[in-house]
């Protein structure tokens, strides 16, 4: 394995000594298994053999831009990991998988529900032999209910929680947000789920049950969505009022949306009673910032297409440059609209090191994403490459107890 170009923590991690098998793909289970690995766990990623026509392993080793035929973006979210190639499709597989959940404290599955029950896997059978363990379920729309049974990805999820009708211009078709924020949004609320169900199991610790007792955590992608919507469902509920598209606005709270400048966009949040007045003065709108009937803003939000257009005209005749260096000094938050080049290329980024090299096993440079978020203590730490499939099959295996 090519060396990191940075050290390992000066000091014992979060996570240290807790065993995770991952046994999701693509990227909502994975990505849980990720943020437990940042931070010191030891995660085991079990991964299919190549069958005819496929490479095998996780199908995200073959997404988006490939270097030898392996994505980049696997140095993300399978850093830190180690590959162990399993068939679950087979009896020998399923034992083997079983015989390394006996040692672990969390499993990460993100199959369609029915799958591990099916394979003999089901939560029942492996906590019958391992009382401690942690099971993280994570899939479209949870365990139960009438939806169990169809499939889902994170798109729909995004569309039945309530985002993806929110993130359009009005009268526009919505759009996705790019990323798919609903695999990691669940995956999030799966990360949460299994540190409360450790502090939980540490709780339930007696002589009968020495490692304490587990439990599952049940995350649908749609509700880890739907749990981020904010105001969505109460003001249906006392108002019947039905929250509309708004492009880069946010709706009931002024001002906050996009501006044009001279050679590009920023984005402004004046949204503060103190911080509006700061603004106005900043642009040379002094009657607004002394509006009464715009200090709170309750008013502004009946007047915000004036406001709009008054901070719109003053953007407009200056360079995104200008906007920033003004608006900074007057404390008013201000941003730029940043592409992959402005993230790689600003110091902030690199001084708070959330982009961090790597050099992946056939000598390729990589910048990724540092660790989030920030420990004081017991930080966290990029100290593996994403393996090679199966690379580490016969060192886990054999350390199974016979």
């Excluded at 998988?97 to 492996?126: Q, S």
């Excluded at 005209?313 to 440059?321: D, F, N």
């Excluded at 730029?336 to 090299?357: C, F, G, K, L, N």
Aim: contains cysteine; glycine residues 12%.
């Amino acid at each position: 394995m090519s060396p990191l170009p940075f050290s390992a923590p000066p000091s014992p991690q979060a996570l240290a000594g807790l065993r995770v098998i991952e046994l999701g793909q693509l990227i909502a289970g994975p990505f849980a298994g990720k943020t437990l690995a940042d931070f010191g766990a030891e995660v085991i990623k079990v991964e299919p053999p190549p069958a005819e026509g496929t490479a095998g392993g996780d199908p995200l080793r073959q997404w988006r831009m490939l270097h030898n035929g392996t994505s980049v973006w696997w140095q993300v979210q399978s850093r830190n990991k180690q590959s162990v190639v399993l068939d679950l499709r087979t009896l020998e597989g399923r034992e083997a998988v079983a015989r390394l959940i006996d040692e672990a404290d969390v499993v990460i599955e993100n199959f369609k529900p029915g799958t591990m029950e099916k394979w003999g896997l089901g939560y029942d059978a492996l906590s019958a032999r391992n009382p401690g363990l942690i099971m993280l379920r994570i899939s479209g729309y949870g365990q139960t209910g009438p939806y169990k049974d169809r499939p889902g990805f994170a798109v729909v999820g995004e569309a039945m929680g309530g985002m993806r009708y929110l993130n359009a211009e009005p009268g526009r078709i919505p759009v996705r947000a790019g990323v798919s924020l609903g695999d990691t949004l669940a995956a999030l609320h799966g990360v949460i789920g299994i540190l409360l169900a450790l502090q939980a199991r540490h709780a339930s610790v007696t002589p009968e049950a020495p490692k304490g007792r587990g439990q599952v955590i049940d995350v649908a992608l749609y509700e880890a969505v739907f749990n981020c919507m904010e105001s969505l469902l109460p003001e249906y509920s006392a108002f019947g009022a039905v929250r509309q598209p708004a492009g880069s606005a946010l709706p009931g709270i002024a001002p906050s949306n996009a501006y044009p400048c001279a050679d590009g966009m920023v984005v402004i949040g004046g949204n503060g009673d103190s911080i509006f007045k700061r603004l106005m003065i900043a642009i040379g709108r002094d009657e607004l910032a002394t509006d009464p009937e715009l200090a709170s803003n309750p008013g502004r939000v009946k007047r915000v297409a004036e406001i709009d257009a008054a901070i719109g005209a003053w953007t407009g005749a200056r360079a995104v440059s200008q906007v920033l260096d003004v608006l900074n000094a007057a404390s008013v938050p201000v941003g730029r609209i940043y592409t992959a080049q402005d993230i790689a290329e600003d110091p902030h980024y690199r001084a708070r090191e959330m982009i961090v090299p790597v050099t992946t096993h056939d000598g390729l440079r990589v910048e990724v994403p540092g660790i989030v978020p920030k420990l004081s203590r017991t930080p966290g730490a990029i100290q593996r490459r994403g393996p090679l499939l199966g690379e580490d099959t016969e060192a886990v295996l054999s350390r199974l107890k016979k």
